[in-house]
């Protein structure tokens, strides 16, 4: 791992606020280590992703975070209260979804959240705040219905709904998209870039096309440490230099090839497809200067049908493979 992991942001305080802090957090399971020495902090007001494959320590990080589980060593602190010192304080300072919601589902909708707004021992007045939930998750007109006749889109909102109970400064989401169709995928979506406008939030996914929607920094773990944090576009930067093109052509003869080869700064020109009427070239390119112009005018030169050039854009699931690539012995 030497070299790999990133350097941890750990921002000033005085340019901005925290509000979730994780500091040398370990966590071993008899002889098992499954957590290395985590450390990040969480700018308010940020959508953060915490990505990695399943058994990477996502969910033992997570339940540490929401104090289900005590680290071996190290501390979490939330907008300045650590679980070391108010644990009742700690937890009031932050919403959690697991990934199965916590849902009575013989219970009708408005009196499940009645429940949990007693049981989280919450100031003020119970109906109005569970009016506020209901009316933000969008599920006041099926307050009166039992939890277990609604869809599971609807489940998902009703977790939201208990989740924000209290307005907690900080969201804890597991999995907040998983077993979802795509209709309702982009309903979450749509609705956890409404939630950060208020709220700093912290996502545990393996989907990295979902959270690279919402998220303004990812946080990758793997074997229980982190090995990049950054925003999205800084970790495809960072770690992918080259561009990649895709030629689509008819009959491409093995002069032009070798002449895409000469230009300054190609690395790599690989046939990836082919089937009777067309061929799939891939163009890597480690340059700085805009080459499609002279792809085109070396295909037109031999003469070869081009029925499509595009530029390939790396995403954040090539960094994550990359990352791991570079484990492997």
Not at 153 to 161: D, L, N, S, V
Not at 181 to 195: A, K, M, S, T
Request: charged letters at 30%.
């Amino acid at each position: 791992m030497v070299g790999l992991r990133q350097t941890p942001r750990h921002f000033c305080l005085k340019e901005m606020q925290l509000l979730l802090k994780v500091s040398s957090v370990n966590k071993s399971y008899r002889e098992k280590q499954v957590l290395k020495n985590l450390d990040f902090t969480i700018e308010k007001g940020h959508a953060v992703g915490f990505v990695g494959p399943n058994g990477a320590g996502k969910s033992t990080t997570m339940n540490i975070i929401t104090g289900y589980l005590q680290p071996s060593c190290g501390a979490v602190e939330i907008d300045g209260i650590s679980q070391l010192t108010d644990m009742q304080a700690y937890k009031s300072k932050f919403g959690y979804l697991p990934e199965i919601p916590p849902l009575y589902v013989e219970m009708v909708v408005e009196d499940y959240l009645e429940f949990v707004f007693e049981a989280k021992k919450l100031k003020g007045s119970k109906s109005q705040e569970v009016l506020r939930v209901m009316d933000k998750l969008g599920i006041t007109h099926v307050r009166g219905r039992l939890i277990k006749h609604l869809s599971k889109g609807y489940k998902q909102r009703i977790g939201f709904a208990q989740a924000l109970l209290g307005n907690p400064p900080v969201l804890i989401l597991d999995e907040p998209t998983i077993g979802l169709d795509p209709g309702q995928i982009i309903q979450v979506r749509n609705l956890l870039l409404e939630l950060k406008k208020e709220h700093t939030i912290l996502i545990s996914s393996h989907i990295l096309s979902e959270i690279s929607e919402v998220c303004d920094e990812i946080i990758f773990i793997y074997e229980g440490e982190i090995m990049a944090f950054g925003k999205p576009e800084e970790l495809i930067k960072q770690f992918f230099h080259r561009k990649v093109f895709e030629i689509v052509t008819e009959n491409c003869k093995k002069s032009c090839i070798e002449e895409i080869r000469g230009i300054l700064g190609v690395t790599d020109v690989s046939l990836y497809g082919r089937d009777a009427e067309e061929e799939r070239y891939r163009v890597e390119y480690d340059g700085e200067q805009e080459i499609r112009n002279e792809l085109f005018r070396i295909l037109m030169r031999h003469g070869t049908k081009l029925y499509e050039l595009k530029e390939i854009k790396d995403s954040l699931e090539s960094v994550f493979l990359k990352l791991i690539q570079r484990q492997v012995p």
